[in-house]
């Protein structure tokens, strides 16, 4: 799926996966630079050259908290990993189009299932780390579900398409991370897995390098 430009103002619409969005056409003045608030976005894990793919599904996690899965897939034409930039649990909504500043709290709300990414002190099922999972119903959660990024080298204010950023977990101060050392197979996963291939997606706090840089490139992305 490539990358569509969505300005506010004359109400057209897109099609991603299933699902409709409401949004416009584009103009050429206008501002392609930044992720923004109600863009729904594809996060790509920057670990072996940006191969896989933040996802989610109507699938459980068979232990821990039992909440929906959430994992690195390495399909990048799937609806399932879209995700809608969304102000935190707790604050005003943004304003859609709005530029997503560095260090403003946000929600990633599942566009599929209408959970929210969200993080704890459970397990992660492989790592031992700690677990990420798909939380509440149509956006609603709790503060679990909050989020901020941070640039990796960038001294800008906001955060940029295609840059390469951390996704810190507010509650805990975890990141986000993904790693090909913890791929779903059917020696852990079983002969069904439905996330055969997929990777375990978690938060730590120990720096594990690529495998927790991640970067925002395809997607519908909104603009004033």
Known sequence: MKSILCPIGVLLGAI????????VLATDDMDEDYVTCGSAIKLTNMENGGTHYLSSAQHKINSGSNQQLVTSSPTRTDSSSLWIIASGHGIEPC???AKIAFGSKIRFTHMNTGSNLHSHGYKSP???NQEV??????????????????PHRSKG????????VFINHLDTG??????????FTRNNCGNRCPVMDHLEVYSAKVNHG??????????????L
């Open 16 to 23: 991603v996966g299933n699902f409709f969005i409401p949004v």
């Open 157 to 164: 204010n906001y955060w940029k398409r295609d840059e390469v």
């Open 174 to 183: 975890a990141k986000l991370g993904s790693s090909m050392k913890a791929q």
């Open 210 to 223: 690529a495998s927790m840089m991640w970067k925002a490139e395809h997607g519908v992305y909104l603009s």
């Open 126 to 128: 492989l790592t031992n």
């Open 95 to 97: 304003v859609p189009g």
């Open 133 to 150: 999972t798909g939380f509440g119903d149509d956006g609603s959660g709790d503060a679990g579900d909050n989020w901020k990024v941070s």
